[in-house]
């Protein structure tokens, strides 16, 4: 089982994310969809809190976190819902509002599970190759691993 985040580069502008989660499909889904579950866990790496989550979890609806550090710095990011089908997919845009890469990237989440093993497989797509190999040579994938550890812990029985 893959326990750690991997990220790789997919094709010319995307990303393809994967994690597994000893949960079952419908929580882990929730846990990633629902604001008062991720609050409990989706802080990003050691010394930021999730501070804003609101989803509209709808084809056409909208969502915005925002997390702030220790020193009172925030970083914010929203985007439309393009399609969603819990709990196997999500599809939507994002930006930040202190935007790190040029433009808007489309992520789509994929969950499958295997004897109670989730795998999330979230495939993420910029608008220019430069965007993404950015992304890729930035310090998010500790960030990321920060908060999916706690949805471990969080969805552990």
Known sequence: MNDKVKVVPDGDRAIRITRSFKAPRDLVFDAMSKPEMMKNWFHGPPGWTLTT???????????????????????????????????????????????WYPGEATNSLVLTETNGVTLMSLTVEYETKEARDGVLASPMESGMEASYTRLDQYLAP
Request: hydrophobic share 30%; with cysteine.
């Open 53 to 99: 989550c609101t989803m509209d979890l709808r084809p056409g609806g909208s969502y915005r976190w925002v997390w702030k550090n220790d020193k009172g710095h925030e970083m914010g990011m929203g985007g439309r819902i393009i399609d969603v089908a819990p709990p196997e997919r999500m599809i939507t845009t994002e930006k930040f509002d202190q935007a």
